[in-house]
């Protein structure tokens, strides 16, 4: 059985959001978001780290990406560093950023993620 978190157009959320199943955004995300699959529809937006097997860009991106499968669909716009290991641009849509063929980006994404951590304890 397969789960899905829908956060609807209306919505926006101010945080983190770690789900085991698939996200659709309608609505907003200033966070990061870590799940199995996200789709970013014609109006969501995520502004911050996402970090799933497959992302789906139809409306807005900026941050951090790493995923194994990304695709950007047409009119999407995304501002971001991209790790992955299959990337697909369909025509039309925005792309500005970086994008690095990885072997394994989920794994590349906790590395960074835990060296984050790691430096902010020892500023404290």
Do not use: W
Not at 50 to 58: C, F, K, L, P, S
Not at 67 to 86: I, R
Not at 94 to 102: D, I, L, N, P, Q
Request: glycine letters at 8%.
């Amino acid at each position: 059985m397969s789960t899905t978190l829908s956060i609807p157009r209306q919505a926006a959320i101010e945080g983190a959001i770690t789900f085991p199943g698939s996200v659709v955004v309608d609505g907003t995300i200033v966070g990061d978001v870590s799940c199995k699959e996200i789709l970013i529809s014609e109006r969501g937006a995520v502004e911050g780290t996402v970090i799933a097997e497959t992302v789906t860009v139809m409306g807005e991106a900026s941050g951090a990406i790493y995923a194994d499968h990304v695709t950007l669909k047409a009119a999407c716009l995304v501002t971001a560093e991209v790790f992955h290991s299959g990337f697909s641009l369909e025509n039309g849509c925005f792309f500005e950023g970086k994008s690095r063929r990885v072997a394994n980006p989920r794994a590349l994404a906790d590395r960074v993620m835990m060296e984050a951590v790691e430096a902010d304890r020892l500023i404290r």
